[in-house]
């Protein structure tokens, strides 16, 4: 009989008990495989995992029945309720075999080669293909009979040299170019892939969890948990498996993500004691017993019956971190597999099988996040480009086609010889690929490629700045920001609580009094009410280093009392020892609505004493008595009260102190008070004394405020502070200056002022508010959540505000969802502000915020970059492909060359631009704005200027460079020519002026210096040397694959000479002003349609919505072809699937579910702005008039 001798005596009394049934297998061998896998506890996890499925009544009963009482289930599972588990590794690694591990296996991650079969689903890929493959074919076939002299002019100069041969390069080469493409691509998604595998498994060691083990109290991660540990459970935890309560205060649980009921759940050892993992811990605290984890869980088995290694997209990366989204998540997933997965469901929930539809319901029915701006911008964008494209392809075939079968059948006179079919089809495959080739040129290729690379590299890089970004897309968001709604406690301040002032004994002493000027009585009540009324999990530990600041554990207000009773030289931990935690009879934990915690002890003699400590205000008129400096208690009534405002709590106040009053109250034995009548329970108090307690301003906030003021944007803060306080910390921080107009409000006169007289909420009278309060004091999480919604929802401005929002408890859940990007603290807040935040402060720190807003903004300018050099290749790609064909019957630019432009040097490109590191300069900009076009009209300008110049280069070396570099001219060759030096200087100087025009990239709102801060990214540097050195090769040694002929130096260097013409050129750009450019806003409407984003008309806030009309009118187009949807709609995959970690970016298996997609995207969420903006009026000045201070 193997039991572990640590375990104490109890454990070793409690094997003699059992039934012989019930002992595992053969006692020795463990079995992991479930059904009986009991190994030598006295319970298997099929026991457990029916237990756990019981609720209320039905679980108490099985309980009773099967072990007696909670005690019994604990001895069989060998655990202790005071002691928990020993701790001892090897009693750990029995219990995970026997039980399970607390991990949910995540999905298997896509291989290598299925990342590369969908990178091959592209549609213009596989068009490539196809005509790659026919052009190998044409060139291997030979038409029957030598002659083919018949067929015209057509086949001539095509034996020469044996070129026949060799007709098979291009075919070959297009589809090795392919094969680098489809690498590349699969490369980028896998790396993107293991990044946010990385970051996941961050998120979720991150994850702790308190339990007792030999007694001490210890926090491990959530991964380390094993049936058995005695976990403690607190307000706002996030319940990582299950279990059964064995000690609870209070305790009210959140089920909504398993029974999809948003009432709270009271939870009590006596009534219902079944803890569920994944639900939410909103108000209370207690004790568990653990007794399932990982699969063998609630949410566990969800995701087994779901299938959690099969499933779809969907779950990928939500699984140990997201439970509650996870589940609904899965839960569509499995009624769109099959109806009979949600009838097997049903044990697991509480109610009947209609309430999973309801929920299904009430879950398809809530609007998605709206989409993000940058999203909007470049779906608009994407969409016009590929319209523009594939006309311009369509016309260069047709006009190609067209020109062939006049020149040859019509001029020429000739009929059509079955024999030289095969001839005039290799024609017109080399027109189908030079069309193809537009089309592939014309589309941006890398955009979502940067849009990836950008937001992958900054999310990286954020982490080291502290922020742990868990929504992709709200990195880029935080670059608009305009408004932050910040907490005060832990994020403007620095979350250490210290008692400066206290008035004791009708005396305010304005340092921590001696303890002998204070009455033994008084003091001895002083210290019981601290050490027994706060929660037993704050303690204060001594420093880490010599010298050091005492550790603060837990509820830091608590901590900062518990550091008043040491400085009264007595020690809280001795009383606590006394009365330990079962002994306390009643609590009232502290909640926003009560904003006070109170607690009921038994005395020996059968009466009892109530010790309450709360927000000074708010217990003063609860108090009827105060203690005098005897120490006896006399009357004080509300004249009294209000002095002790005026005299002790406002002066406090004014120094920016937290003022925290602690009273008591004795309660008779005979009748027992009625516990759950609160109101009658907790008034006619006694106040013992009332503390200020500091919370010092972080040294590095004011520094952080001032740049976001210069930044454009509006810190406002909220918080639940008296409004003094909360007015003296604004000022420290720079907040608010003497002098300006700004508006302190509480959090009733707020509601006051908003709502109308039958107590609803209007628009227009927050409107009249917001943009001038700069503090809400005393809020309550709804008037957070209010003010958030109202700022985001308000028209008085043009341009819509983009709000962050940071908050650390379970109740600024909302606020956090409402906000367009919400931060968690990642030391102080609960695991449920996790939860509902796009990014988690892994240091609590204001300025790291700044930081995210640099990022966002850098995010912003990186696309912007690349877009600006995309486009100008685009431009000048597409019109010379199209005039050239047209003109020439050939593209001057081969479809090899063009992939390799376009592809190669797009990919590339897109990486350097895309990881230029921030600069502070970004913070001196405003905010960018949801509807500035993405495209500005310094870029235009760019654009423009910069396709000019290269096009006047392109078509004088297309049309006189024969003469000018005294070679052979390349235009009008016949099929399968060599490659001309003509055609190659074309291509060379393409590329090189590329390369430069990089550079000029590098900079986007007209800067003259483009090399400014070149060398701190090495990555930019290495792209562009190691682009040209390929470019050399390309050129020397391509060949006929690359339709290259090898140049000499002296025309290498005119080459070099053009492409650093670039350079200068953009120097000449630089120097006209943008105003000077009219014609500038008509260029964006008319002259290219990639330049459509830089219309700035008074439709601006229907942009997103025009794009999504068009999206409709376009799907029966794309519908058809070789629309390059798949790639364009990729960049918006991007962003709604890393919405949550979702892994890397899929395309689609076919243009129908793309279609599907593009449908669900093109509902507007939103409600459509109105475009009368104009005639709402404008916000009228301080309204009520109230004095500002």
Known sequence: MSTTATMGEMANSAVEFYPKGTRGGGGGTVRAEGSNAGGDFGVTVMDLRELMELRGTDALQKIQESYGDTEGLCQRVHSSTTEGLSGDPADLERRCQAFGQNFIPPKQAKTFLELVWEALQDVTLIILEIAAIISLGLSFYHPPGGDTAACGDVASGAEDEGEAEAGWIEGAAILLSVVCVVLVTAFNDWSKEKQFRGLQSRIEQEQKFTVVRKGNVIQIPVADMVVGDMAQVKYGDLLPADGILVQANDLKIDESSLTGESDHVRKCVDKDPMLLSGTHVMEGSGRMLVTAVGVNSQTGIIFTLLGAGEIEEEGKEKKGKQPDGAVENNQNKAKKQDGGVAMEMQPLK??????????????????????????????????????????????????????????TFVVGGRAWMAECTPVYIQYFVKFFIIGVTVLVVAVPEGLPLAVTISLAYSVKKMMKDNNLVRHLDACETMGNATAICSDKTGTLTTNRMTVVQCYLGDTHHRAVPDPGQVS?????????????????????????????????VGNKTECGLLGFVLDLQRD????????????????????STRKS???????PDGSFRLYSKGASEIMLKKCSFVQDASGEARGFRPRDRDDMVKQVIEPMACEGLRTICIAFRDLPANPEPDWENEAEIVTELTCITVVGIEDPVRPEVPDAIRKCQRAGITVRMVTGDNINTARAIAAKCGIIHPGDDFICLEGKDFNRRIRNEKGEIEQERIDKIWPKLRVLARSSPTDKHTLVKGIIDSTVLEQRQVVAVTGDGTNDGPALKKADVGFAMGIAGTDVAKEASDIILTDDNFSSIVKAVMWGRNVYDSISKFLQFQLTVNVVAVIVAFTGACITQDSPLKAVQMLWVNLIMDTF?????????????????????????????????????????????????????????????????????????????????????????????????????????????????????????????????????????????????????????????????????????????????????????????????????????????????????????????????????????????????????????????????????????????????????????
């Not at 915690?597 to 005395?603: E, F, G």
């Not at 020397?1036 to 070099?1056: D, H, I, M, T």
Request: charged share 20%; with cysteine; hydrophobic share 40%.
């Open 350 to 407: 509480s109610a009947e099988g209609g309430e999973v539809e309801d929920r299904e319901k009430k879950k398809t029915s809530v609007p998605k996040k709206e989409k993000s701006v940058l999203q909007g911008k470049l779906t608009k964008l994407a969409v016009q480009i590929g319209k523009a494209g594939l006309v311009m392809s369509a016309i260069t075939v047709i006009i190609l086609v067209l020109y062939f079968v006049i020149e």
């Open 520 to 552: 033994p009585r008084t003091l001895d009540l002083l210290v019981n009410a601290i050490a027994i009324n706060s929660a037993y999990t704050s303690k204060i530990l001594p420093p880490d280093v010599e010298g050091g600041l005492a550790k603060q």
């Open 572 to 591: 809280y931990a001795a009383v606590r020892e006394q009365i330990p935690e079962e002994r306390l009879y009643k609590v009232y934990t502290f909640n």
């Open 597 to 603: 915690m109170s607690t009921v002890l038994k005395l």
């Open 909 to 1189: 490109a897109s990486l350097a631009l895309a990881t230029e590191p921030p600069t502070e300069a970004l913070l001196l900009r405003k905010p960018y704005g949801r509807n500035n076009p993405l495209i500005s009209l310094t870029m235009m300008k760019n654009i423009l200027g910069h396709g000019v110049y290269q096009l006047v280069i392109i078509f004088t070396l297309l049309f006189i460079g024969e003469r000018i570099f005294n070679i052979d001219s390349g235009r009008n060759a016949p099929l399968h020519s060599p490659p001309s030096e003509h055609y190659t200087i074309i291509f060379n100087t393409f590329v090189l002026m590329q390369l430069f025009n990089e550079i000029n990239a590098r900079k986007i709102h007209g800067e003259r210096n483009v090399f400014d801060g070149i060398f701190a990214n090495p990555i930019f540097c290495t792209i562009v040397l190691g682009t040209f050195a390929v470019q050399i090769v390309i050129v020397q040694w391509g060949g006929k694959p690359f339709s290259c002929a090898p140049l000499n130096v002296e025309q290498w260097l005119w080459c070099l000479f053009v492409g650093v013409g670039e350079l200068l050129w953009g120097q000449v750009i630089a120097t006209v002003p943008t105003e000077r450019l009219p014609c500038l806003k008509e260029a964006g409407l008319g002259l290219e349609p990639e330049g459509e984003e830089g219309e700035e008309l008074a439709e601006d806030e229907e942009e997103i919505d025009c794009a999504e009309r068009e999206l409709r009118r376009g799907q029966i187009l794309w519908f058809r072809g070789l629309n390059r949807i798949q790639t364009q709609m990729e960049v918006v995959s991007t962003f709604k699937r890393s919405g949550s970690f979702q892994g890397a970016v899929r395309r689609r298996s076919s243009v129908l579910s793309q279609l599907h997609d593009v449908n669900t995207i093109s509902t507007p969420s939103h409600v459509a702005l109105s475009t009368a903006t104009a005639n709402t009026s404008p916000a009228p000045g301080n309204a009520s008039g109230e004095s500002v201070p």
